[in-house]
């Protein structure tokens, strides 16, 4: 009987296996599913053994000097590889990063099947305008956004598609447009042409964009306002040219402007209420030949004022009346390297009770020679108010005692425009 046991376990082992494969077969049969003949994949996966090279690459297509994130397959990043040629675009690419390489020429070749893109970046490279093959950009019918800078640019390009809304071309060396170089730009939203070799003949009739909103013309080599700005314009950056006056009437037809940027000009005088604009924000007119303040609009928040001849700061002038219920906003003014001799009238809280600092720093005596203003410390009745009603820490309003070394010189120059688009 001993004998017998194991052999008839094995038996019994043996034979629920058959059973269970003869159900599991039976049941696959009840089933019955059809396969769904019109069903495809969207990709056929084929993994790609190659070292760093995603399978993505072998499927939608990547160029071989270029990476194509598995994680943003749209995008084909092709920057600071030493490229003196642009490889060839895939169909399905819509923004292709080529900045930093030794990229010289634009050719059609390269685009001919990237009617997607979206997105380019060519910026910081060595690309001459007679190398850019003529309608080659005008061809990307979808193409949003176009980085030019830092280039050997000499002429701006034409044509551009209607479809673009970014245009960078700062730190080139452009000193040609063509008269209807904007035509046709109608969703033009920001142009940038800071650092470049304009003149006032070559903005002449320059811009027609009705949905432009930021326009950057620093370090360029203008003596006049630019005219027949579109009235759409939010932001406008003037700074480092050679603009010696501003028309009376000049900003009427800009109701819209937020931010005006004007320091490093030759600017002696303006109009008393030209910057009389209900949606102005910051104004900078730094670094000109100013000798007296003007009107200040009741919503500027930061003025700046450095690097004048201003001996004098009259608050009434800025400030001709006081309405209790509908306070100015003034919060930040920076005033050092004038010739004042004294502090500006405490009535300036009075007039701006927003605000909470006034820089001097050192003011330039008729000599030459620097001095420095002994200053109080004020404080604005509304911080009273607040310290009645919460107990809260007087909020001081500082003259001389902003210390110099807590304060950033270059913030007002090299912050980024938070555009309000």
């Known amino acids: 009987m001993g004998f017998f046991s194991p052999i008839c376990v094995l038996f019994f082992c043996f034979g629920v296996r058959v059973y269970c494969q003869y159900e599991s077969y039976q049941w696959d049969e009840d089933y019955d599913q059809e396969p769904?003949?019109?069903?495809?994949?969207?990709?056929?996966?084929?993994?790609?053994?190659e070292y760093g090279v995603p399978f993505y690459q072998s499927v939608l297509g990547c160029a071989k000097e270029c990476f194509c994130p598995t994680n943003f397959p749209t995008s084909m990043y092709c920057d600071n590889r030493k490229l003196k040629t642009i490889p060839s675009i895939p169909?399905?690419?819509q923004q292709v990063y080529l900045q930093f390489n030794d990229i010289e020429a634009v050719t059609t070749n390269s685009f001919i099947n990237a009617t997607h893109l979206t997105e380019l970046n060519l910026s910081h490279n060595k690309i001459k305008s007679q190398k850019i093959d003529y309608g080659v950009f005008a061809k990307l019918s979808n193409l949003q956004q176009l980085h030019l800078e830092h280039n050997n640019l000499q002429e701006f390009p034409f044509p551009l598609p209607e479809s673009l809304e970014r245009l960078i071309l700062g730190y080139n060396e452009i000193s040609t447009l063509q008269t209807n170089a904007m035509d046709g730009l109608v969703n033009l939203t920001m142009l940038d042409l800071c650092y470049n070799h304009l003149s006032d003949l070559m903005l002449r009739n320059f811009f027609k964009m009705e949905k432009l909103m930021q326009l950057n013309l620093c370090n360029n080599r203008l003596e006049s306002m630019p005219p027949g700005l579109p009235s759409s314009l939010m932001y406008l950056s003037l700074e480092n040219n050679s603009i010696s006056s501003i028309p009376g009437n000049y900003f009427d037809k800009l109701p819209k402007l937020h931010a005006l940027r004007i320091s490093y000009?030759?600017?002696?005088?303006?109009?008393?209420?030209i910057f009389n604009l209900s949606n102005l924000i910051e104004l900078n007119i730094a670094h000109n030949k100013l000798k007296q303040a003007f009107y200040i609009p009741r919503n500027l928040e930061h003025?700046?004022?450095?690097?004048?001849?201003?001996?004098?700061?009259?608050?009434?002038m800025m400030c001709p009346s006081i309405d209790p219920l509908h306070h100015r906003h003034l919060t930040y003014l920076r005033v050092d390297q004038n010739k004042l001799k004294e502090p500006i009238s405490s009535y300036i809280f009075f007039c701006f009770?927003?605000?909470?600092?006034?820089?001097y720093g050192e003011q330039r005596s008729t000599n030459g020679e620097t001095i420095e203003l002994k200053t109080q410390v004020f404080r604005s009745y509304q911080d009273e108010e607040e310290e009645e009603d919460h107990d809260s820490q007087d909020n001081t309003l500082e003259g001389q005692e902003v210390m110099e070394e807590h304060f950033n010189s270059h913030y007002y120059e090299m912050q980024e425009w938070q555009e309000t688009m």
Do not use: A, R
């Open 36 to 49: 769904d003949e019109d069903y495809e994949p969207e990709f056929q996966f084929h993994q790609n053994f």
């Open 91 to 93: 169909m399905h690419i």
């Open 265 to 273: 000009n030759k600017l002696k005088d303006v109009p008393y209420d």
């Open 303 to 316: 003025l700046y004022l450095q690097n004048n001849e201003i001996e004098n700061i009259n608050v009434t």
């Open 353 to 359: 009770p927003h605000i909470h600092s006034i820089y």
